[in-house]
């Protein structure tokens, strides 16, 4: 539930619609809500956890449609397609209400892994083509 305030003091966005319900309230929100990049943030997250094994190094782009606010302490189920062009998905709200919309996430896709050339054939590659990999890897 405080994770607005929390985000606020992480991201200095101290707008008042995120912290303080009278204001939210009185600009017709009924309650603080949630930021979009803090949305958009754990939207990302919970499609590498579905697609990406939950490393966020796979994350290359990441591009969303805000469609509803979030409030605090919501639960927010998360459909993922694979696609040519990468991940699309839709985060939705309680309700079943789409709360983001045209989700795209770009993952890279590891072939094999590092350890797989690090281990090729019982011996190890050259330190620097194991560098090389995890670099291209990250970079991606």
């Not at 094994?53 to 449609?65: H, K």
């Not at 805000?66 to 991940?87: D, H, I, Y």
């Not at 094999?112 to 083509?129: E, F, G, H, Q, V």
Request: glycine share 8%; aromatic share 8%; hydrophobic share 35%.
């Amino acid at each position: 539930p405080d994770q607005s305030s929390r985000y606020a003091d992480a991201s200095r966005d101290r707008n008042p619609i995120h912290l303080d319900p009278e204001f939210a309230r009185k600009a017709g929100l009924g309650d603080v809500i949630l930021h979009g990049l803090c949305t958009m943030a754990m939207s990302g997250r919970s499609v590498l956890e579905l697609v990406g094994d939950g490393d966020p190094r796979r994350l290359t782009r990441l591009s969303v449609r805000f469609s509803k606010p979030v409030r605090n302490g919501s639960t927010l189920p998360t459909r993922a397609w694979r696609t040519e062009g990468g991940v699309k998905f839709t985060i939705l709200d309680e309700s079943g209400e789409p709360v983001i919309t045209h989700g795209l996430a770009e993952i890279t896709i590891f072939h094999r892994r590092l350890t797989d050339y690090c281990s090729w054939k019982n011996r190890i590659p050259p330190m620097s083509y194991c560098c090389y990999m995890e670099n291209r890897v990250i970079a991606r």
